[in-house]
């Protein structure tokens, strides 16, 4: 459903679900006050105040922007699981944006960032804003979480928190996920997929892909992770 509807909507929630895509991938920043929004940094541009940092707003003004490019208000974690009460055949992964003001950075040339930990205060809004209500509405086994291998503590506390909850990792340049700056050899044993590659497999044709690729592979075979 990518660019057949208005990014991060509930409209393309719908059309995702209509034609039968098992999983679905949503951005999730999180309020001044700590309330889990389905969030992109492009939505600052399309909301009518402008919001350039929902770090910086509470849930009651960003309820009170409007989208300039459909008839919908900014999705809260709520929205999404009224969503997925209706609509039982999607299955949403959430990739929380957990660093810097902005929740944005430039992960392809920030290793500094793309490596931050996960400070305690963000893992405790994953745990009481998303983990327990989706496990009250009995829908754990409906969600998962997913991270370009920065911040893999979330799914390390998603796996310990609950079983069913799927995890997954996107490998999408070689050096991040199996280098010298991350844990992965630590979390691995959190991981239930390893995705390989984003649009496409090595788009932007990596010549060091084929020796980090055996790099994960050995490291998948200890867990049978496909």
């Not at 509807?5 to 951005?27: H, Q, T």
């Not at 889990?36 to 309820?63: A, R």
């Not at 932007?204 to 690729?213: G, Y």
Request: net charge neutral.
């Amino acid at each position: 459903a990518m660019g057949l509807s208005p990014p991060n909507s509930l409209a393309g929630l719908i059309k995702s679900s209509a034609s039968f895509i098992d999983w679905v991938e949503c951005d999730i920043c999180f309020t001044k006050d700590g309330k889990p929004l389905i969030w992109l940094e492009q939505l600052g541009d399309l909301t009518m105040p402008p919001i350039k940092n929902i770090s910086n707003v509470t849930l009651v003004e960003v309820q009170k922007a409007t989208r300039k490019d459909c008839p919908e208000k900014i999705l809260t974690i709520e929205d999404i699981f009224i969503f997925m009460t209706k609509y039982k055949n999607t299955r949403l992964f959430f990739d929380i944006k957990y660093w810097d003001d902005n929740c944005f950075v430039e992960q392809l040339g920030d290793l500094k960032n793309h490596y931050r930990i996960v400070d305690p205060h963000t893992l405790d809004l994953v745990v009481r804003e998303i983990i327990i209500p989706a496990a009250r509405l009995s829908l754990s086994h409906r969600i998962g979480f997913i991270t370009f291998w920065g911040g893999v503590e979330i799914l390390k506390l998603a796996k310990e928190a609950d079983t069913r909850i799927t995890t997954a990792v996107i490998e999408i340049l070689p050096w991040f996920g199996i280098s010298p700056f991350s844990s992965s050899e630590i979390y691995i044993n959190y991981i239930d997929w390893i995705v390989i590659g984003w649009k496409n497999f090595n788009q932007w044709e990596l010549p060091v892909w084929k020796s980090s690729l055996g790099k994960i592979k050995k490291l998948a075979e200890t867990r049978g992770i496909p």
